[in-house]
C-alpha cells in the first residue's frame, strides 16, 4: 500500500492534536490548530511543496506547475473539527492530496497548472459564530464584520487571528476570484475536495468512492425565547411563562416540519437555559437550529414557516421569541465536466461511478464562486457515522481514494490548455 497506511497514521497524529483530550476537538486559531499546521507544513515541505500560514491561518502548500505562467488547481480542506469529532472529517481531504503530491514529487513529475493544497482554518463555526471563513475568504465572501465576533471567553476574531500569528487586516487579500488582486499566483481554474461520505450510501453499495453532484444548502438560526422566571412550586400552571416549554414546542415544529417535507433536514444542536436552577421556571432560552436541503426553494419555504410558527408558539405562551440567521449558503451544484473526470478516474479503478448528493456542508460549496468545483466521497465505516468519535476509514480506501485522485490530477487539462499543446512535462528538478 502506497498511500492509505500512512494518511491513517498522520490522521492519528493530527488527532493529538486536541483541547480536550481523549475526545478530540480542535478549534479555529488555537494552539492546537498552530501544532496541526506546522505538522501539516512539514508534510507539505516533504512532499516538495512550499508551504505556511496565510494571513487568516489557513495552511497552504504549492507545487509548482511544469510550464510557466500556469493556471492554478485548488483542493483541500479544513484542519478544525466539530467538539467530541472523528479524525477523518477535513483532515483526508489535506493528506490525500499531500500523498498524491509526494508521489508526483518522487516521480519527479509535473503538471501544466501549479497544485494548491490548503487545510483551511475554519470550516466547522465551532469558536466563533461564522463558519468556512478560510474557504469565504478565498471566494471572497468573508465578511470583515466577523473580525469583531467575539468567541465564548469574549476574544474578538481581529485579536485571536493576530494572536495567531497571522493578520487579520489581510482578509482581503486571500480572495482567488479571477481578476481578484491575488491572481498573481495564477488564476483558478479548479477547485476539488475529498473528503468522506459522513453517510452510508456508498458502505451500503459496496463502493470505496463516489462522485458527489450537489452539496446541500444550509441555513443556521439562533433562536431567544423570553419568558418570565417565577417559583416552581407557587405559579399555577395556566398563569406561566414557561420560555423552556415554548421553546421545546418549538424544537418539536422544526422537527416535525423537515420530516412531513421530504428533501429537508433540521437540527437543534444547542441549548441554553436560564436560570437554570430546578426550582425555578426558565425565563430565557437560546437555541440554534440548522435546516439543509439540496433545493434552496424548499429550504427558504422551510425558514418561513418555522418563523411563522414560532410566533404563533409565542403569542399563546405568552414569551418573545426573536430569530436571527447567523449562517446562510445556497446549495452548490458540483461542475459536470469536472464530475466526469472523477468518473474516469474512479472507472480507470475497475469501478462503477456512483454519484450522489452530499447532505454535510464542505469548504467546496463557496467555490463556485471562484472555479468550477467538484467532490470526491470516500467511503466511512461504522454505519456512516460522523462528528462523532466512532468515525472510522479503512486503509484500503484511503489508498484507492488517492490513488483515483491522482489519477485526476495527473489527466485534468486546464481550460486554456488544449489536449495537445498541455503535456505533462517529466523533468528533472
Ligand atoms: O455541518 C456540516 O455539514 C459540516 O460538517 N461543517
Ligand atoms: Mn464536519
Ligand atoms: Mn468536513
Partial sequence: MKYGTDILKQADVLAA???DAPQLTRTYLSKEHKQAGAYLIGLM???GMTAGFDPLGNIVGRYEA???????????????????????????????PIACVKELNRQHKRLPYALEIVGFGDEEGVRFPATLIGSKAMAGLFDPAWLDKTDASGVTMRQAINDFGGDAEKWCELDRRNGAPNSAHGEVVAFVESHIEQGPVLLNDGLAVGVVTAIAGATRLRVTVTGLAGHAGTVPMGARQDALTAAAEMVLFVESYCTQNA??????????????AVNVI???????IDVRSSEDSLRADAINAINAEFTVIAKRRNVVVVTNVFFSSNAAPCDAGLQAQFAQAINAHGITPRYLPSGAGHDAMVFPAVAPTAMLFVRCGNNGISHHPDETMTAEDAEVA?????????????????ASSAQRVDRQI
Fill in 17 to 19: 492534536f486536541t483541547e
Fill in 45 to 47: 515541505r516533504d512532499a
Fill in 66 to 96: 511544469g510550464v510557466p505562467f500556469a493556471p492554478v488547481v485548488m483542493t483541500g480542506s479544513h484542519q478544525d473539527s466539530v467538539r467530541n469529532a472523528g479524525r477523518y472529517d477535513g483532515l483526508f481531504g489535506i493528506l490525500s
Fill in 263 to 276: 428533501g429537508l433536514v433540521g437540527t437543534v444542536g444547542i441549548m441554553s437555559v436560564k436560570p437554570g
Fill in 282 to 288: 426558565p425565563q430565557d432560552v437560546e437555541f440554534t
Fill in 402 to 418: 488517492t490513488s483515483v485522485l491522482l489519477h485526476f490530477f495527473e489527466n485534468y487539462q486546464p481550460p486554456q490548455f488544449s
